[in-house]
Each structure stands twice: as C-alpha cells, then as structure tokens.
C-alpha cells in the first residue's frame, strides 16, 4: 500500500466538504496528516464516517479546529470516533520504557489486546492503524530514539494487529517501515538485492496471474488467483529462519490458487509445471499430510518468466477459508504462537466485519453491539506501571494480585482501583489501574475459596490459595476445618447431621479427611452443606400417605404427607421453621390441626414430654424443587448507615423473597440486632445466603434463628 492521490470525484459530497475545510487550514503538520490519512482510509473503501473521523483525527489533535466547529463539518458521529481514539492512541508502549528495551510477549499480545478491547467502535482500530502507517512514513526527520521506539510499538502491536484482522494492505507496510527504522542497515541490504521495483513485481505477478488463468480455462478449471510480492520484512524473516541466502528464498514473488475440488488442485499443479519449469526439493504436499494444525495445501515453486523464482500455492475454497478463519489462520501461522480459542473467533467476527462485502446491508446497530459480544469473558487491567493484565470477567483485585505473583496474592490486604480505595471483591473493568496493597507476611483467608463469596473468579487463583493451605500443618488444617464445619452446621441450625452418610456422599473414609479437606481448601463449607442437604433428603424414611395438605406458612408448595391423621389442617410451626429436607414431625394441637416442627425442636422436645400421644409422624411430599419454605435469620452487626439496604441487596441477588423484616439497635454498643425471615428452597440456598451476609461490612455473625429451649 503505497501512499496515493486522493480521487475527490469518488468521495461523498459531506467527505468532500470535510476535505475543502482542512485544505482551508493551511499546510500545516496536522492538516497534511489529515489528507494522508483520508488517503490511507479510502484506498481500504472505509466507509464515509471513518473517512470523517480520519479526517477529524489530526486536527482536532493538534487544535486546529473547535469541538463546534468539528461538529458541524465532520458529524457527530466523526467527533465520537475521533474523542475514543483519544484513550486507545495512548495503548502502545508502556510507561518506562526506553530505547532498546524489547518487549516481552506476553506484554505486547496484552497491549494488542487492549486496543480492541477498549475501542467502543472496531471501525477506531482500522483509523488507528492507518495513523500509525502515516505516522511512520513521517519519521524519516525524526530522532534515532524516537524512529526505534515507534518501529518497536509497530512490529510489537499494529503489524501483528493489522495481520490479525487481515488488513493485509496495511500489514505489509507497516512491517516493512518498522523493520526499516529498527534495523536500517539490513532494510538497505535487501532493497539493494531487490532488481526490481514492487511496482515492477507487482505487474509480473499480475502477468503470471493473465497466463495461468489462460491455460487453467483451457482445462475446464476456475480458479480465483490472487498474488502478492514478497515483501522486504517478510523475505529477511524467511531468510533468518532458515538460514538462506537470497538466492535460496523461493517465493520472493508468490501466487496463490483457489479451485473447487482436490482433483482441481492436483490438475492446476500439472498446469504450473507445465507452464514452468520445477525447482527440485521445493514442492511439498499439505493435502496429503496436512501440517500439524490441520493446515492444507500444494506448495510449489518454480522458474517463472524472466527466469525469476516464482512460488506457487494451490487450495481448495474450503481449505482457503478454513487457513484464513480456522485452526490455521494467517496469522497464527506467521507469528508461529498458538493463540486461545476464543480469542480468535473474536479476530474472525471482527476481520469479517471489517470486510466492506460484509458491511453493506448490515444493521447499524451492529458496530454498537459487537464489542460487548466478543470481548465479554475478558478483562484487561493495568499496574501502575502501565502493564496490561489479562484476567477472565468478573476479576476482582484478588485476582488481579495473584496474577501478577502469587506471593504478592498471598500477601494482599488490600486494593485502590483508579486511585480509590476498593473491597477485595471488587468487580474490574477494561482499563482500571489496580494498585495492591500487601502485607508484610502472606497469610490468604479460607473465605477466598468460597466461589459465591465473590473474592476470586479465576479457578487459577483459587488453586494457589489451596496449595498455600496444603503446606501448612495438617493438625492445624484438621482443627480449623473442624471449627469451619461446626460453625457452618451451627449458623444453618442443624443439631445433629448423619454424618456417615455426609462422608459417603463426598467420597470421604472418616471424619478426619473432611476436616482435612475444609482446612486445607479443597472442600468449600457450601459443598458439604449441599451434602448435608441431600444426605438428610435421602435418610427420610418412606411414610404411607393417608391425607395430603398444603400446610399454612409453605408458600406455593405442593404439601407434605401427615401420617394417620385425616384431613386436619396443618402449620408450619412458627419456633423452628423447618426447611427441607430436615426430619420433621407433627404436633395434634388445640384447635389449630397439626403443627409441623423439625424433630429436634426444643419446643417439640417439651410438649413430646407432656403429651407424648400428640405427636404423629410427618414427611415432606413432593421433591421440594421448586418450593419455598419460610426460615428466619438472625443478623448482628454494628451499626452503619446502609446495613439493611445491603441485607436488601444480597436477597435481590440471590432472588430472595423477604417475608419479615425487624431491626433493633442496643444504643449501649451500637449494635444492630436484625431479625428477617426469608423464603428458601433448602439448607444449600440457606448456606449461600449466610455466606454472603457474613462477608458484608460490619457484620458480626449472621445465622439461622433457633427457637431456644
């Protein structure tokens, strides 16, 4: 891509004005940047607003035009673009960087990441890179530091990126200035072997391309062929790589075919060795032993005319498209690193989109919504040193720190995210500055492991955590997962748990290895409340059904079965609340029908004591999946502006029904007693529920209400 005069008969008459007000400006730096750029932008048939936008870009830059002017001349869709490129412009190199210092990378491959994550609109990447091209064809007057420190953020982030989103036009312009302002010397050395112009080899491939698809129609064959010389970063890469002299670089100039079938590729091959002769050693045959990433091909290379070594490339349309978007793609093959998967469907959708075959027709919201859709499972944060921190969504500045190191995440006690000080479960967003604050010695909280407590989203980081308790003392993991597991049983109220068969269910031998397991981490105290959950749902002995009612305080639910008692009416017993699945049974009262307690309930314990023949058998009815049972919970903190909304909060979340609510504050010490009684569909909701009242800020204890004896 070469730089050319701007064809003002084919721009649109708005882009046209545009172009009239910066020519009125004068011939200043920044105007002549417009007009190149505007050059760069229409020779990709960028649609009219980026042609307005690159126009905008420089000027407003450099303060040649007012935001009410910029308005009125170039749109507000041109002002929007051209104010984002603002905060993706500053996305190169990083603070501290100096001459001669290359970056590692993981260090780029964040920063190119960046630029896509954080443009609101794809079509800033495509202006970006068409500023940095013109940029770089600017900088023959500039320093010997500056000319290598924007060919190293040239070759380290928008080569690679132009490559990624298949801007060829741009990518090969952009390597060969780097390589040209990096290493000047070896740029002269290859130009001088070069006895051609690129003008020059660009017609040959256009001749070579008129002659094979002359003898190619001769055999019944269509075939699309496209060419492209060999550019000069591309033949010294080659070179290096494999240890050639120019002489032995083969594809210097290269064609590439595109034909139906397999049968059509092998054909096409025998029209090129018969056109030209074959260079012995060159043709290698990807179609019958694909590469190891499935890559498919005929590669061949020949004496083409002028006697010029010609390579030749031959594929199937469904191999093009599978080397172009698929497990082969260009760019993962040329920069020779394996890229994640769902970062590269998100290069496809954003190449394709690019493409102006794919843009016509298309929904106009479609620009606005494509970068919540492909960048939603990332995160990209940076130090305060400006390194960029690929982290999954839902990161938090825990993660962040475990990132970075795992003794800094071992020793974090703290975080300030944009210079503000934040919670440990704190959600980031693209572009937050994270500043750790650590302590002296590490010392991780069990709490972190806790999936709904929120500390960690990575399961990467949840790992470290766990390995960091499995080298303490196990005696010490076995006592502090004792006391995990008895305060857990004792917040959800249950007294006496089948423990045998809590073992069994978690593929536990004995008591000793679940107290290891909770110390050490590798057991979380929401998997064996799911456990006790189940375990006492299983253990619930079978009861005949002789009446089944839909007991008073249960909600919607389907009822439960009352064992020998007719059609009296039935309650949920106010004292004890029982939840599914814990053991209950029923009370015959006075002239209330049947009163439903948990069989441990103290309240029960008495009258079981006085009217032993009051008491009958009871057991829930139809698996309680969708049923809600009413359970009141005790919260104690103190007392802070804002603790019931955030109570409020956690049960919104957790889409909670809130039946009661009663809050008492003891002015002797400040603290809030609150009394609140909720909807749940069992002890694992429970469980969850207390989790995240205990971790909000204040609170002292959070647990089930048990009516006491």
């Known amino acids: 891509m070469k730089p050319a005069e701007i064809d003002i008969r084919s721009l649109a008459p708005r882009v046209r004005t545009a172009l009239e007000a910066v020519s009125a400006l004068g011939a200043s730096e920044h105007a002549q940047q417009s007009v190149e750029l505007l050059a760069a932008l229409a020779q990709l048939q960028a649609d009219d607003e980026v042609l307005l936008a690159g126009l905008l870009v420089p000027v407003l830059h450099g303060g040649l035009v007012d935001e009410a002017t910029a308005l009125e001349t170039f749109g507000e869709n041109a002002l929007r673009m051209a104010r984002e490129l603002e905060r993706v412009g500053d996305s190169g190199i990083p603070a501290g960087w100096n001459p001669g210092q290359h970056l590692k990378p993981e260090q780029a491959e964040g920063l190119r990441k960046l630029l896509l994550a954080l443009a609101s609109d794809v079509r800033l990447v495509l202006i970006r890179l068409a500023l940095q091209l013109v940029r770089m064809r600017s900088l023959k007057s500039a320093s010997e530091a500056e000319c290598r420190r924007a060919a190293l953020e040239t070759h380290e982030i928008y080569a690679p990126l132009a490559n990624r989103l298949g801007i060829w036009q741009l990518k090969w312009e952009l390597e060969d200035l780097a390589f040209r302002f990096s290493q000047p010397e070896e740029y002269k050395r290859i130009a001088g072997w070069l006895k051609s112009k690129r003008a020059e080899r660009e017609q040959y491939i256009e001749d070579v391309k008129r ?68 260079i012995p050693g060159e043709f290698d045959d990807y179609i019958a032993t694909p590469k190891d990433n499935n890559y498919r091909s ?26 172009e978007l698929g497990v082969a793609a260009h760019w993962q093959y040329k920069e020779g690193r394996k890229a994640e998967t769902s970062f590269q469907q998100k290069i496809v959708w954003l190449r394709q989109l690019l493409e102006p075959s794919q843009r016509e027709g298309a929904e106009p919201d479609l620009l606005a919504g494509l970068q919540a859709e492909v960048f939603e499972d990332r ?33 974090c006690r703290g975080a300030r995210v944009n ?4 919670t440990l479960d704190y ?12 302590a002296k010695q590490p010392h991780p909280s069990r709490d972190w492991l806790v999936p709904t407590l929120g500390f960690l989203a990575s399961p990467r980081s ?99 079965i009352i064992d020998g008692v ?12 029982p939840v599914p699945p814990e053991e209950i049974l029923g009370y015959i009262t006075v002239g209330r029908g049947v009163s439903i307690h948990r069989a441990n309930c103290a309240n029960l314990v008495r009258l079981r004591e006085t009217n032993p023949a009051r008491v009958i058998a009871a057991g829930w009815g139809r698996p309680a999946d969708e049923r809600t049972f009413a359970v009141s919970v005790r919260v104690e903190a103190y007392d802070r502006r804002g603790l019931v909304r955030d109570i409020s909060g956690v049960l919104a979340d957790e889409h909670i029904s809130i039946e009661a609510m009663n809050t008492v504050t003891n002015p002797a010490d400040n603290i809030a007693t609150i009394d609140v009684t909720v909807k749940v569909h069992g002890l694992d909701e429970l469980s969850r529920l207390l989790s995240r009242f205990a971790t909000l800020p204040n609170v002292i204890s959070a647990r089930r209400k048990v009516a006491s004896g």
């Open 427 to 438: 959600k980031l967003s693209n572009g937050d500055t994270v500043e750790i604050i650590p």
């Open 462 to 560: 949840r790992a470290k955590v766990r390995a960091w308790f499995r080298k303490q003392d196990e005696t010490q993991n076995r006592e502090q997962g004792k006391q995990m597991l008895e305060r857990e049983l004792d917040r959800l109220g249950v007294r006496a748990p089948p423990l045998p068969e809590i073992l069994a269910d978690l593929g536990l031998p004995n008591a000793d290895a679940l107290y290891q397991g909770l110390g050490e981490g590798e057991l979380t105290v929401a998997q064996v409340a799911g456990a006790v959950h189940r375990r006492l749902q299983a253990s619930e002995p079978p009861k005949p059904a002789r009446a089944l009612h839909k007991p008073k305080g249960a909600g919607d639910s389907p009822g439960m």
């Open 211 to 278: 002659e094979l698809s002359r003898e190619l129609e001769k055999l019944g064959i269509r075939g699309d062929i496209t060419g492209r010389p060999k550019h000069i970063y591309s033949i010294w890469r080659k070179m290096q790589r494999k240890a050639l002299r120019f002489e032995q670089v083969m594809d210097v100039l290269a064609v590439r075919v595109m034909v139906e079938t397999i049968a059509e590729c092998y054909a096409a091959l025998g029209v090129v060795h018969g056109l030209w002769p074959y």
């Open 379 to 411: 995160v990209y944060a940076l130090s305060p040193k400006g390194e960029v921190v690929d982290l999954p969504t839902g990161a938090t500045p825990l993660d962040f720190a475990y990132q970075v190191h795992t003794n800094l995440g071992h020793r």
């Open 298 to 323: 005929l590669h061949t290379a020949v004496i083409g005319p002028g006697k010029l070594p010609l390579e030749v490339q031959i594929r199937t349309r469904e191999m093009h498209e599978h080397a």
């Open 419 to 422: 210079g503000r000080m934040v």
């Open 566 to 577: 007719g059609d009296l009416l039935s309650t949920i017993a106010r004292c004890c609340h």
